[in-house]
């Protein structure tokens, strides 16, 4: 009599499950369990999974009914895993198949923002810097946005991972606490700058003095041209221009901002008595600019001679001036007659 001895066959399912919360430029782990379906209460206690992700395929050993595989080179998101179960030689378990998924966070950053040099009105220059966080290899791309509070003040684009502000006329003068925002990327997740202090003080000015002509006749008056000039590229200073000679205010205009990062304004014509005159021009400020004086020009002006009286020339005006013509020249000859006749007495001919 022959006996038959028959061996248990175990019929097993997959599911993973993600081990921490991966991120981008990190490895990920994953943890598959291999279920004995036909009797839970055996262990499938070896073989190997493979988990395919992108189709590049990662392989565990089961121990103990879970194989631990561990992932590379994933991207942010979601991404869909193939399972296959490979029991060993001669074991009681039946391969299977599977499927599941991961998400994989955007890798963190950080933030610094840095105030280059003074700010003042109309050149206020800052730069944020985005970094990842971790061992990451890359530069973070998209924008960043510069905040006042609440107020929204600029919005730049990075370029190799930094971002680069060129404020002009986009805050006054006064204490700010601003904040630079990463908004992220594909790879990048968002994040945000400490609160920095900037002190936006005055912009600073310029004003020159010209003057035509120079040098002048005093009989012919003088045009002065006076341009003022701002640190703004995008307005021109506003408030009281004076002009002055030789110290003493002459006229003053009050001058209108323009969307421009100068101005150019002609005062009056001005009269000058003979000699030479210190010209220049103050700006007096205001709220947004500081004042300023012109580097002083030097005007000479020249005496006139007054013209001589010109002979008539033309009617009885004529006669009358070869009449009185006549007469001086037959004066002058008997006045030289007469001295001759001195002359001939005192020498005896």
Same mark, same amino acid.
């Given at each position: ?188 997740? /968002? ?46 200073? &506003? ?34 008595? /003979? ?5 220049? &021009? ?13 580097? /002083? ?14 002979? /008539? ?6 006669? &009358? ?29």
């Amino acid at each position: 009599m022959v006996q038959i001895s028959y061996v248990q066959s175990y019929d097993t399912a997959l599911s993973a499950s993600t081990v921490g919360s991966p991120v981008f430029g990190e490895d990920a782990t994953v943890e598959v369990t291999v279920t004995n379906t036909t009797d839970p209460t055996v262990t499938v206690a070896s073989g190997t999974v493979t988990v395919t992700a992108d189709g590049t395929g990662f392989s565990g050993d089961v121990v103990n009914g879970v194989a631990t595989v561990v992932l590379s080179d994933l991207p942010p998101g979601d991404t869909a895993l193939a399972l296959a179960y490979t029991p060993v030689v001669d074991a009681p378990f039946e391969a299977s198949t599977g499927t599941g998924s991961i998400t994989v966070d955007r890798a963190p950053t950080t933030v610094g923002l840095l105030v280059d040099g003074e700010p003042e009105f109309g050149d206020t220059r800052l730069t944020a810097a985005v970094q990842p966080v971790g061992p990451v290899i890359g530069l973070a791309t998209g924008t960043v946005e510069l905040w006042s509070g609440s107020a929204l003040i600029a919005t730049a684009t990075l370029q190799d991972g930094i971002a680069t502000f060129a404020l002009d006329d986009d805050l006054v003068p006064g204490d700010y606490e601003l904040t630079a925002t990463y908004s992220g990327d594909t790879f990048f997740a /968002p994040s945000a700058s400490d609160e920095v202090p900037v002190d936006i003080a005055k912009g600073q000015t310029s004003v020159s003095v010209a003057t035509a002509p120079n040098p002048n006749a005093s009989n012919v008056a003088i045009a002065p041209v006076v341009t003022l000039s701002g640190s703004s590229s995008l307005l021109s200073p &506003a408030g009281t221009l004076s002009l002055r000679v030789d110290g003493t205010v002459v006229e003053t205009i009050e001058v209108s901002a323009r969307n421009a990062p100068s101005v150019s304004v002609a005062f009056g014509a001005v009269t000058l008595d /003979p000699g030479s005159h210190t010209i220049d &021009a103050v700006y007096a400020g205001n709220e947004l600019f500081l004042p300023s004086t012109s580097a /002083p020009v030097t005007q000479t002006t020249a005496a006139v001679a007054p013209k001589p009286t010109p002979l /008539p020339t033309t009617g009885g005006d004529l006669g &009358a001036g070869l009449l009185a013509a006549g007469v001086l020249l037959a004066g002058g000859l008997s006045l030289v007659a007469a001295r001759w006749s001195q002359r001939l007495v005192r020498s005896g001919r």
